[in-house]
């Protein structure tokens, strides 16, 4: 897959946290970021039963949308003593419309009688680039951040699950972590770096 140089790109995403991040580790790329609200992109139903399929839905109606190339990515919580909820459900596990607060404060009931070492979890993320809507070969990337739940809150920073997702590793809730730090650990951080990777090697 190869992009014209200073390309312009669209992130298929309404989520204001993830376009930050994802800007922010985009950003040494000769590209033009457009959110999908600069690009006159809407919502679109996320009908897709794995985040692959998800992912693909998203940026092949950006790519309808706006004429441009676009990446999307999927991505949720992954609970093992859940069965793997909230899954693909994670944005609005509490129910519409998305609610940070009530996503945790169910995640948490959920998980009150399992014990901690029982409450091992991973955020999850695919990112799909499409060069146009008819693209038969899109770029794929995975990447997968392990932790555990804990049973309250912490920190302030980040959204969604932040709060309550512990890195053994450093000790820290991504909430709590600077974003420079966990831009470097994140699901949507590896999984980045995987396109980024392939990109370069296609380009050269």
Same mark, same amino acid.
């Given at each position: ?65 706006? =004429? ?5 990515? #999927? ?5 093992? %003593?859940?069965?793997? *909820? $909230?899954? /693909? ?70 959204? =969604? ?5 512990? #890195? ?5 809730? %991504?909430?709590?972590? *600077? $974003?420079? /730090? ?23």
């Amino acid at each position: 897959m190869r992009l014209p140089a200073t390309a312009r790109l669209v992130l298929a995403s309404h989520n204001a946290g993830k376009l930050k991040e994802m800007q922010a580790m985009l950003a040494d790329l000769p590209l033009q970021i457009l959110s999908a609200a600069d690009a006159g992109v809407g919502d679109v139903p996320e009908t897709g039963l794995t985040f692959v399929e998800n992912a693909l839905i998203k940026a092949r109606a950006a790519c309808q949308a706006s =004429g441009l190339p676009a990446l999307a990515d #999927d991505s949720g919580l992954i609970v093992d %003593a859940l069965g793997g *909820a $909230p899954g /693909l459900y994670s944005a609005r596990y509490a129910g519409s419309p998305t609610d940070d607060a009530a996503n945790n404060a169910k995640l948490l009931a959920d998980l009150r009688e399992v014990p901690a070492g029982q409450r091992t979890a991973r955020f999850f993320a695919v990112i799909v680039l499409l060069r146009h809507a008819a693209d038969p070969q899109p770029l794929v990337c995975e990447g997968s951040w392990e932790g555990v739940i804990l049973e309250a809150p912490r920190g302030h920073n980040g959204f =969604g699950y932040n709060p309550v997702f512990l #890195d053994p590793r450093h000790g820290l809730t %991504a909430a709590e972590m *600077a $974003p420079a /730090l966990k831009n470097t650990l994140s699901h949507r951080a590896l999984a980045l770096q995987q396109l980024k990777q392939r990109l370069s090697s296609l380009s050269r």
